[in-house]
């Protein structure tokens, strides 16, 4: 039965990753979602319905415009955000059965690849994801009667960051993070709840250093870079491993 609602998971979830990539292609720009349908972005020619389906269209393509005149490179992004939906979501089915908390935490996933993706294209958190998805979350713990337990790690993560976002204005006079930043900390808060969500926290700042020191190897300088990803990428190993690691953090302690 749970392998049944896993493939079927993953399936849906590769069609839900394939409309995030509209998602996260358009949005930005403020451009509709449904017209005009997915073109090459650089010949403009029509991409055919059956080159639409998640990763196999993109395979079948060889990762190239199906354009004779064009074959300009597809980016192996939109396969890639179409396979990590369909495993994502195919975990939850696993997990969940088919459920409504199987729906909720569909959705929460979505948001955070959105939130990933544009983050990376444009250093922007966009309101119109966290909020929602802070009331999502809100409304998700008062269903399970946690109301109080969200709000308030929802308000740990937003003042966390706003915290470290006014040290470094004082002390390096810069801006490491925005105040994007905070919203979205607000959202995982209240879906992760705590100890998870201080887990994830701490996770994410191990994460932005690897990457930061990743990047200041390969090109030579500490550019900002965003690090809504980081949360991102944070949030859902503490999501999983969260109790693990902090049990394991508490036993080290005493
Ligand atoms: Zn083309």
Known sequence: MSAVVAVFGFLFGCA????????????????????????????GVA??????????????IGGKCANAACRQPVSGRYPAV????????SGLAWY?????????????????????????????ILDVTSYPGLALGLFYQWSRGDLLHGALAAGFGFGFFWAVRKVAQVVFHKDGLGAGDERFAAMLGAW??????????????LVGSIVGLGMLIQRGSSRPYP?????????????????????WYLGWMV
């Open 16 to 43: 839900i990753g394939s409309f995030l990539n509209v998602v996260i292609y358009r949005v930005p720009y403020g451009r509709s979602l449904v017209s005009p349908g997915s073109a090459c972005p650089h010949c």
């Open 47 to 60: 991409i055919k319905p059956w080159h639409n389906v998640p990763v196999l269209g993109w395979l079948l």
């Open 82 to 89: 179409e396979l990590a939906m369909g495993l994502a979501v």
């Open 96 to 124: 969940f059965g088919p459920t409504v908390d199987l729906l909720v935490w569909s959705v929460f996933a979505a948001l955070l690849m959105v939130i990933f993706w544009i983050d990376i294209d444009h250093r922007w």
């Open 192 to 205: 992760l709840l705590m100890p998870a969500m201080a887990v994830g926290m701490f996770l994410s700042f």
């Open 227 to 247: 690090f809504g990803p980081s949360m991102a990428v944070g949030a859902v190993i503490a999501l999983i491993w969260g109790q693990a690691i902090w049990t």
